[in-house]
């Protein structure tokens, strides 16, 4: 698969955010459970998701801790398990990854092999925001999965 990279800028976003440590063995599960927690979560508080749920894994080994957003309107309380954050504003890198999420490190390699060439450093842990997934694909070849990167200001 090729991936073509870009060069963007996203916006600040008000997200719902919960932290959940796991193994790498019960990733997929993990994170299914936390996505429905802040989507629990957002309609007890009355707001709206206002984007596709996103994913931060900032040091992937056999034991992990995944950062889950779920972007939404307005600025609730947050709980003991689900606080508030807001994502900064800035430059990124990005691409698409069709397919399974087992396969998506090639889209992550293209993303780092582009930023060395353009001699940009990154600014934090890179984001999967998921556009297409299990509840909506038919088949896993058809999720479709955003990867950034944040860059830091020139």
Known sequence: MTY?????????TVTCHQRVHTTAARIAS?????????????????????????????????????DLYLPISGSPDGSEAIDI????????????????????????????????????EQAGPPRELYLTGPDTAATPGDYLTEVVVPLRRD
């Open 30 to 66: 993990a994170v299914g459970e936390g996505l429905q927690n802040l989507y629990d979560f957002a309609s007890r508080s009355a707001v709206t998701p206002t984007g596709p749920p996103q994913l931060s894994c900032p040091a992937p080994g056999q034991e992990v801790d995944l």
């Open 85 to 120: 954050v807001v994502l900064p504003e800035g430059p990124v890198a990005m691409t698409f990854h069709r397919g399974r999420y087992d396969e998506i490190n090639a889209a992550y390699e293209a993303l780092f092999a582009w930023i060395r060439e353009h001699g940009l």
């Open 4 to 12: 073509d990279v870009t060069l963007t800028e996203f916006p600040s």
